[in-house]
């Protein structure tokens, strides 16, 4: 999929000028990079990642998007709930909007792909996809929503990760590349990594 930000450049043009200059980012790209590159310690933090954001403040763990998954799994509520019923909003269909206030307050418009919606709460699970996939596809437009918590798998950090903590992070697809803080509520270990859901989000 062309510039689906997953190496936390905003296009592949841009991502290959870095490279050229830093072939360690290769790993960063989902579709060149050797999964067998990653290894146990990226997990435990020791790579070379520079842990800070694009504003240069520090974070402690890069949370990343499940492997089978077309983009960062996303619990989101509508500013006004009704909507799930009044745009008849289903599995599968591309929406639009943007997170408003203190749960983000984020400038980027986001967009993606509904995975599970709850009629009765207005609470919508997604994709966060990028805007690529509503310029092809077509869309509904959310309008402005909150946003709960993020799902996805931990495969570098730079400290120990604990249940119960908040931390900041950097959600790999952020196309900003800013970082996020939260709280962590669920944690497993996996071959891939720590799968963990992180509640309680702002940006900064």
Not at 24 to 42: A, F, H
Request: neutral net charge; glycine residues 10%.
């Amino acid at each position: 999929m062309e510039d689906c930000g997953g190496c936390g450049f905003r296009t592949c043009v841009e991502f290959n000028e870095k490279l050229k200059d830093n072939p360690d980012l290769r790993k960063n790209c989902i579709y060149i990079s050797d999964k067998k590159e990653k290894s146990k310690e990226e997990t435990s933090g020791s790579s070379k990642t520079a842990w800070v954001d694009s504003l240069g403040r520090e974070f402690d763990f890069v949370l990343d998007k499940f492997i089978e998954e077309p983009g960062p799994r996303e619990t989101i509520i509508p500013h006004n709930p009704a909507l799930t019923v009044e745009m008849e909003l289903k599995a599968g269909e591309i929406i639009i909007g943007r997170p408003l206030g203190v749960s983000c307050g984020c400038p980027v418009t986001h967009s993606g792909i509904i995975m599970d919606v709850d009629k009765k709460t207005g609470v919508i699970v997604w994709y966060v996809t990028g805007p690529l996939t509503p310029r092809q596809k077509g869309f509904k437009d959310l309008g402005y929503y909150t946003a709960l918590a993020y799902e996805g798998l931990i495969q570098e950090s730079r400290c120990e990760i604990k249940i119960g903590m908040r931390y900041f992070f950097l959600p790999r697809m952020c196309m900003l590349q800013w970082r996020h803080s939260g709280l962590v509520n669920y944690l497993n270990r996996t071959p891939l990594g720590l799968q963990v859901r992180v509640e309680g989000l702002w940006i900064g």
